[in-house]
């Protein structure tokens, strides 16, 4: 893998993103541990995406490619802004704290995750602008979701065949819970696959599962075999994994379609419901799986351990409400008490305001973009909405999954989508064409002429 990542360093830089985005769920797996680091009983893995995210770091760095010149909409910069002050906050509350009391080894890990999550965010959603680039991000996506659905099953064979789960391929993380993915039940597995634990899992799934649903009911035009195939394929997956994470957020994602489509959703809605029921009658053992993750769950260790982490992290921000304790301070267990425990009311709120204007600019601009050439473009504006609700609703019930970038590159998918449905953000010299994709595999003529050659090192064009 690292050679792989060093490969595309020096021959295709431009294909970083997508490997990023392709093993972002893969949080149980390490290129390389650290067992030095005297915060965590096992060590430190450093996962494929994280690797390839700071290739594509020093990529920037060395071809400038982000930084040629852009033509930006008002909403756009706006967001940028906010999530500049967010950060600016964030070293503030790191800064006044370290000078007070003193920073852990921890907390200092965690805001640099929070400073690579947030820099993943930004340079991200300006690549994702280019021509082509938001189809060829959500077919990534879409394979990774899949593939890791894919093994999933493959640790269940292993589970009822008997046969040893070759965790040395996926799960080799000596991070704190990674070893987390062998959880089992009366009589069944809890599927983890390529994450740490189930309910990272069912977080990272979520997200495709969201935006595939949301896509398919609203836009008759793109259901077509292979993304039925895909998402039916993953949303079963989702109900096998026995996470009330992932039950959680179907539920959520179920109530939001009703709300904002309910002459389409119901029937498709009534007819999952039904077959579900009858699941449940007619398999006890998924039965038991179900009631394990949901009406049972208040009796689970995890669930109590959660409630008094918020309850604690709470208690942390009344004693300084202002910036906060620093990242990491708090326990993540609810991401509005862990955030108002580590950046405090002004933090958190800018915070909340920078997610609530991508969500604002997605749905702005699908309004104005239903139909024309842009179709596809709004049914994703759409989907990457309602999975930002999910995943936000997730967050707030199980913590921020801040250490992965699943979050982070999909909110920059976000913003692209809204930057590219507003007709101002382009590339220098670049024309603004629907993205529709092709029998030859490519999304646009643009992107068809530049198939095959790196933009890195040849277009030299800086603001």
Not at 11 to 22: G, I
Not at 259 to 287: E, H, N, Q
Request: hydrophobic share 55%; glycine share 8%; aromatic share 12%.
């Amino acid at each position: 893998m690292a050679v792989l990542a060093l490969y595309l360093l020096l021959r295709a830089p431009q294909r970083l993103p997508y490997f990023v985005v392709f093993f972002a769920p893969f949080s149980a797996t390490a290129i390389v541990n650290f067992t030095a680091l005297s915060y965590k009983s096992g060590g430190v893995g450093l996962t494929p995406a994280m690797l390839f995210l700071l290739c594509y770091f020093v990529s920037l760095a060395a071809y400038g490619s982000a930084f040629r010149s852009f033509v930006v909409s008002k909403g756009l910069l706006i967001q940028m802004l906010l999530i500049g002050v967010f950060v600016l906050l964030l070293l503030v509350s790191a800064a006044v704290n370290g000078l007070t009391e003193g920073l852990t080894p921890f907390e200092v890990t965690q805001t640099i995750y929070v400073l690579l999550g947030v820099a993943a965010t930004v340079t991200l959603s300006f690549e994702f602008c280019r021509d082509g680039a938001i189809e060829r991000c959500v077919r990534t996506a879409r394979a990774a979701a899949v593939f890791i659905s894919a093994w999933g099953f493959v640790q269940v064979a292993c589970y009822y065949s008997g046969v040893p789960y070759p965790s040395f391929l996926f799960n080799n993380s000596l991070s704190d819970f990674a070893d987390m993915f062998d959880q089992s039940g009366p009589g069944f597995v809890r599927i983890a696959s390529v994450a740490v634990e189930p309910s990272f899992f069912a977080a990272s799934l979520l997200h495709f599962v969201s935006f595939g649903i949301t896509v398919l009911v609203i836009e008759p035009r793109l259901r077509t075999r292979g993304w039925i195939a895909a998402v039916l394929f993953c949303t079963v997956t989702l109900l096998l994994c026995t996470s009330t994470t992932g039950y959680f957020g179907l539920a959520v994602l179920a109530a939001v379609l009703l709300i904002r489509f309910p002459v389409r959703s119901i029937a498709p809605a009534a007819a999952t419901a039904a077959l579900f029921v009858m699941a449940l009658v007619s398999i006890p053992k998924l039965a038991t799986m179900v009631a394990s993750a949901t009406i049972e769950k208040n009796q689970t260790l995890s669930y109590h351990e959660r409630t008094q982490g918020s309850v604690e992290a709470f208690q942390m921000f009344i004693e300084h409400p202002l910036l906060g304790s620093g990242w990491g301070a708090g326990t993540n267990a609810n991401a509005i008490t862990v955030m108002l425990a580590d950046v405090g009311v002004l933090g958190t709120t800018v915070f909340l305001i920078a997610c609530l204007a991508t969500l604002f600019e997605l749905q702005s601009r699908r309004s104005a973009n239903r139909t024309g050439p842009h179709w596809r473009l709004a049914a994703y504006a759409a989907g990457v909405q309602n999975a930002l609700i999910v995943a936000f609703a997730c967050a707030v019930s199980s913590g921020i999954k801040y250490v992965v970038l699943d979050d982070w590159w999909f909110w920059a998918l976000g913003i692209a989508i809204a930057s590219r449905l507003s007709g101002t953000v382009r590339l220098h010299g670049e024309m603004p064409s629907p993205v529709v994709a092709s029998e030859t595999g490519f999304d646009t003529l643009a992107d068809m002429a530049l198939a095959g050659r790196s933009s890195y090192p040849e277009e030299r064009h800086r603001i």
